[in-house]
């Protein structure tokens, strides 16, 4: 079935300039991009977002990145996109991520309490649904 699934190209992707290169990455492998839209997030919305880390260590300053620029919301479409972009993106830790990928190719540990991965991408239907309706409410 054709699936949508929400990307976050993350405050570090778009103070490093990396939106345009990420967003032709998705194209390229054949996704449409259904919305884009630049967005500064909320603590609210956060909050939301990321319920599921409460409490880690890395949650504070997660919350704090999030919030230290805007963020690129896209919700890109087409069959298998859910696991086609996480596949596209790489593993979280960057350092582990293979070249070819997005994180594999541009991301890198700086050494902070957060990683810093340019991009985030849902990981099932349900969240993709659950996400974009933060993002992208009434989509
Ligand atoms: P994402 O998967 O989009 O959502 C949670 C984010 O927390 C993740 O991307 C990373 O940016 C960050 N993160 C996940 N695990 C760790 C970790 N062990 N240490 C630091 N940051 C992490």
């Known amino acids: 079935a054709i699936?949508?699934?929400?990307i976050l190209v993350k405050p570090d992707g778009v103070r490093r300039g990396l939106t345009g290169e990420i967003l032709r990455r998705v194209e390229a492998?054949?996704?449409?991009?259904?919305a884009?839209?630049?967005q500064h997030a909320t603590p609210d919305?956060?909050?939301t977002h990321y319920a599921e880390h409460e409490g880690?260590?890395?949650?504070?300053?997660l919350v704090e990145f999030m919030l230290s620029g805007p963020t690129l919301a896209v919700i890109a479409e087409g069959q298998g996109v859910i696991a086609g972009f996480r596949s596209l993106a790489g593993a979280t830790d960057p350092?582990?991520?293979?070249?070819?990928?997005?994180?594999?190719?541009?991301?890198r540990d700086w050494g902070l309490k957060v990683q810093q991965n340019l991009v985030h991408g849902s990981d099932s239907p349900e969240s993709a649904e659950r996400e974009?309706?933060?993002w992208f409410p009434g989509r």
């Open 45 to 47: 919305q956060l909050a």
């Open 95 to 107: 350092t582990a991520a293979a070249p070819g990928t997005i994180r594999g190719d541009m991301a």
């Open 29 to 34: 492998k054949g996704y449409t991009l259904a």
């Open 56 to 61: 880690k260590p890395f949650y504070a300053p």
């Open 3 to 6: 699936e949508r699934t929400l």
């Open 132 to 134: 974009i309706a933060i």
């Open 36 to 38: 884009v839209e630049l």
